[in-house]
């Protein structure tokens, strides 16, 4: 129950920063706190105002987010009437026609004749979906927000609204909270500006204002952000769960081996798991009591800072243990080192080690058995010595201190667009999220054939994209599974086993059984018809030798 709470109550939230045309991508590409990864371009939006023209920017539109709910097609504009309410649209009645603008009634073009139009309001404090759903049953057909502070690195904006006190210096949340299946209306969050706050007035004044959005554009000239160098295209992917992940299966870390050594190093994997900030919670104020008097009891280490909800006979502390071993194990076993060499086969150190500890240590008394755990490096051919050492040079977990590799996790979770785990997200733009491996792999690839039709790659000679060979190999293939795991296309059935090899074995054993009984049945059988000639000749052959006549009639 704590883990399902802890979901929507500790989840972190970031909408990526955009220079000009919105991107809408990962929060980890922005925040510099974070580990750096390569600049990747992502499909563009675009929001500007239409009428009055005086207020239409004609380069850049307006700075702005899209939410990462409410799209109903990956591609589409709308062009729309704007209404603007002033009141807080955290509340379902905080909406009706006579406490919007433009006013109803009076002249013609102010008597709400279109059922199509676009809800303008100010930012509330509830979440970004709960809004949405309300304009959405007023009937909106899109939802724009406005921030009520400037960016902090926003000059202008800083400048103009000399007033304000504060400013913001990180992307508020936009993200699904988990319930916004029933939203289907975009989601737009812009900037504070001079000319959004000169078009509200323009709007309360009683005038027809109109805004246009289109999402899903192709990048035709987009370009670098300073100080970044063209890199070579890999689609992410980030595998969220949690180190004691009752969904997670055997199979399922099988596939994600096959496909990421399939793929090879065209694209970027990496494990993420979702664990919880103790201070959210008040944890750290209780780490000087007794366990038995904590409200986390069991749950957090390093003084309170870091927990995980209590598993099925598996407390949290283990949890965390196990977390930070596994982070441990990819940070020095990646599926392939900075130094690797191109064409070398994939490190699956990771994907070993969790399956055969998924598969012999799942139970409570073996969770964090130091016998488990030792078998499970040797299965995965995992130096000890090394991983206790990142483990001690993080921060360990017995001190009341930080943890590095913890902290970066809790960072990454906070600006991601993590609701429920297990979770696959491919970043390259809009977040996806799928757990089946044939869609991923479907979506991997569809990301590289759109690379190979999206600049800046297409003018760059140096950095051409190159669709793998596994996605015409295995694309139209039944079995992807199978096809990732031998390079060619296998009818079904083919890799039903964890390893083909013992399956293989198994299927050997069942042909000589087979072969073994029906050689005992011929042999049994010419030995009866060998005794029936030598006992009664050619008369003891028949198939009713024996027995007596009852009556001649």
Known sequence: ILQSLTLVLCMGAAVARLDGVSIASNGDMVATSLSKEPYIPAVQ???????PHTLRSHHQGEHHELARFGLTAERGSMSRYVYLVEKSLCHSNAIDQNTTYPARGGDEH???VSPFFILAANEGMCTPVKMARNAQAFGASGLILTERLCRCNDQNCTDTFTDDSHCLDKEPPLVDDGSALDVSIPTILMHKSERIENLYDFVKGDQPAMMEFTW????????????????????????????HDMLMKHGTYDH????????????H???????????????HLHSNKVDEDSPCHHLCTNGGRYCAGHAIHVNGKEV??????????????PAFPENHKRGEKANTAFFDYSMYHLEHCSEATLYNSTKCIEDAYKAAKITRATIDMCISDSGDLTKDAPNGLLDDMLKKREYSNVVHIPSLMVKNGIDKHTIR?????????????????????VANQNHQVHVPQICDTCGSCPNVIGCLKEGHCVPWGANRGPHR????????HGWFITFLIFGILVAGGAYYYYKQRSDFGDAGTGLLHGYMQMSSS
């Open 269 to 283: 994997f990496s494990p993420r798991y979702y664990i919880l900030d103790g201070k959210e919670f008040g944890c």
């Open 110 to 112: 102010n008597k709400w």
């Open 256 to 267: 994600l081996r096959a496909l990421v050594s399939a793929f090879g190093d065209t694209i």
């Open 45 to 51: 939006s675009h929001l500007s105002i239409q009428i």
């Open 501 to 508: 090899g013992e399956g293989a074995k198994k299927a050997g």
């Open 320 to 333: 965390i243990t196990e977390t930070l071993r596994r982070i441990c194990i990819y940070q020095n076993y």
């Open 437 to 457: 491996t044939r869609d991923l792999f479907e979506e991997v690839c569809q990301q590289f054939w759109d690379a190979t039709m999206h600049s800046p790659y």
């Open 216 to 243: 899903g554009l192709p990048i035709e000239d987009e370009e670098l952000p300073e100080g970044e160098e063209m890199s070579e295209f890999k689609p992410h992917i980030h595998l969220w769960t949690a180190a």
